[in-house]
């Protein structure tokens, strides 16, 4: 396959990249192209050259003196080589992801189709993460797909510890989303402590208990860790814009959102205004739903009264101080958006009061 690919683009009259991720990988790569690929004039280039010595290889390679340029990762950047449309890349599964990325952008940079072909051991196994970063690499292949690789890097590397020197890998263990959460708070209580006042309060978090499948499918994102990093980042969600937003970003990346997926994103905002309502607990089911206030007391009792009067009948005030709400949500989607104008109504009403 190596050798088509190379004489094909030979053929055409374009030139190859042949980049490995080790020096000590050339003498086999020169023994191939010299043995089962006669036909082609290559030039090797490695940083371990003399610099006058890789600028005289290169400047040959650009003057299409030779065919193919064998190297390691010094191509990685800053080549702009418009005949060189063919890239071969040994022991891909050896290279970051970003450097693949940068790799492949070395050829395709005229009006020629470009070809970038990935190698691995032919019976050696390859790391999990190894094979996560050449899938990805695989499905990004559209303009603009920089922020999604990015975005996809960190969830597989981790990122840096944001208070430390660590460089990679810490902040995964709660994810980045968590992490800034939880150092925004020990900021915050640091500085009350300092200042001699009291810790700031925790911040309520609403139970919302709804018959409803709700969760990122494993078939729409298969990527364990990533699943949970965008769970994380939901629950971090604050407000529909918010929400909008990440529901745009899980369909540029991965589709169409699954019935699933969709009634999450729907949940999370039913959690954002049961957050400003007050509510402690909401149970949602076929016949209606049954509303528990934090501290068993509502912001704003007088509208709350309003608010049970104007669904007449449909709606009390229980001597536990829970509120009723009765309804005829048999179906998922009927369930899902009373529970929503429930906790959209009971929030206006509670921002009413301050």
Do not use: C
Request: glycine content about 10%; aromatic content about 6%; charged content about 25%.
């Amino acid at each position: 396959m190596i050798r088509e690919a190379l004489l094909r683009e030979h053929d055409r009259g374009g030139q190859s990249f042949f980049v490995t991720p080790r020096i000590k990988d050339l003498p086999d790569i020169e023994e191939f192209l010299r043995t089962r690929v006669p036909e082609i004039k290559y030039v090797v280039a490695h940083g371990q050259m003399a610099p006058g010595e890789v600028e005289e290889r290169m400047s040959a390679f650009y003057d299409r003196k030779y065919d193919v340029l064998v190297s390691t990762t010094i191509v990685e950047s800053g080549l702009d080589i418009p005949s060189a449309n063919t890239l071969i890349v040994h022991r891909a599964d050896r290279f970051g992801l970003a450097q693949l990325y940068q790799l492949r952008g070395r050829v395709g940079r005229s009006k020629t189709r470009a070809y970038a072909y990935l190698t691995t051991p032919e019976h050696g196994a390859i790391t999990d993460t190894a094979e996560k970063r050449l899938k990805l690499l695989g499905d990004l292949d559209t303009l603009g797909a920089g922020f999604q690789l990015a975005s996809h890097d960190l969830d597989i590397r981790g990122a840096g510890n944001l208070v430390g020197d660590e460089q990679s890998g810490h902040i995964r263990e709660v994810g980045f989303e968590l992490y800034q959460s939880m150092l925004e708070d020990a900021i915050l209580v640091a500085k009350a402590e300092g200042m001699g006042a009291a810790p700031p309060r925790e911040a309520l978090s609403p139970v919302i208990t709804v018959d409803a499948p709700i969760l990122i499918p494993e078939d729409y994102v298969p990527d364990l860790p990533l699943r949970m990093a965008l769970y994380r980042r939901l629950n971090d969600a604050g407000d529909r814009p918010a929400l909008d937003a990440f529901a745009a970003e899980m369909i540029d990346r991965f589709g169409p959102l699954p019935p699933e997926t969709a009634n999450l994103i729907q949940l999370m905002e039913i959690k954002a205004n049961a957050k400003a309502a007050g509510i402690a607990k909401l149970d949602v089911g076929t016949k209606g739903a049954l509303v528990s206030f934090h501290g068993d007391q509502f912001a704003n009792v007088p509208g709350l009264i309003a608010y049970v009067e104007r669904l007449k009948g449909r709606a009390r005030i229980r001597p536990d101080n829970k509120l009723s709400v009765s309804g005829d949500w048999v179906s998922t989607g009927a369930r899902l958006n009373g529970a929503l104008q429930l906790s959209k109504g009971l929030g206006k009403l509670a921002k009413q009061a301050g």
